[in-house]
């Protein structure tokens, strides 16, 4: 499947927060912040990529729990 500019600039934006981050994990508010979208919007089309193929996701509690 082709990805839509959305999703693209996503990506793109992905990779820059995640440099500028020294190549650590991107939660995905960080991500909705450095794009000026609502948090679920960011949420919606990253999964929207995992599901794809082009992206991975994991599940991390903070280091204090």
């Given amino acids: 499947m082709q ?10 934006k992905l990779f820059d927060v995640y440099y500028s981050h020294c190549r650590q994990p991107v939660h ?6 450095a794009l000026g979208v609502s948090n679920s919007t960011a949420y919606q ?4 990529l ?3 193929g082009y992206i991975s996701s994991e599940y991390r509690l ?4």
């Fill in 3 to 12: 990805l839509t500019r959305r999703q693209c600039s996503f990506l793109e």
């Fill in 28 to 33: 995905y508010s960080d991500l909705a912040h």
């Fill in 45 to 48: 089309v990253l999964r929207s």
């Fill in 50 to 52: 995992e599901q794809q």
């Fill in 62 to 65: 903070a280091d204090h729990h």
